[in-house]
């Protein structure tokens, strides 16, 4: 990886220092994630090739898959028009994203004004998070 | 569709009363942008079935497609587990969703360290968004 910081100098990085970022089956085009990504993130996640994103709500980075196993390896990456979002295409370890078990996090549909559960479970939650 | 309310309750805005949205391609699974809704463009969306989004930039609510004619119909509608981001899969009508010209937001990959446009320019933004 050359120049990783004039990369990263193209990129906008929000007030709070971040970019979102979203994760997508790169073969089937399924969204299976949106997160956050700091500059140590991105650059983590283009170094290693696997997901790294910045948690906001432990304040601390986050490398997907660390505790699950389920990481994300990333086929490629593109970035949008003004720079402050990105769309990784992976191929998702484990079949799934969301720390709810299921493949993807966005698992509810609106259908007639309420949100209705169309999941595709792949593991218990209760069995792979160690409780703290 | 019926209380709306009851279902705006049951997402998390964030401290400047946003949620992330994505806009992807009901056929293709492409994905076209990714932009904000406050709650008031959310409702909208789902009451006229054509994506509204809140201009972070201009500061107001923003019809998309209301001066490119490229309005963006919702097809499916799409909750994350934490209820902070949303998928709407879209038909985009005029085949653009940028204001770039190109299909995609997306039109810039990341090769060898370096952003190679892949972008399909479908119009000229010249010729499309008046010149103020």
Known sequence: MKD???????????????LTAVAQDYKTGEILMLAHMNEESFRKSVETGEAVYWSRSRKKLWHKGEESGNVQKIKELLIDCDGD???MKIEQVGDAACHTGNRSCFYRKLENGALVDIGVRVFDPDKVYKKS
Chains 1, 2 share one sequence.
Request: glycine letters at 6%.
């Open 4 to 18: 990783i910081y004039e990369l990263v100098s193209q990129l906008k990085f929000d007030d709070k220092g971040l």
């Open 85 to 87: 979002a990105i769309v």
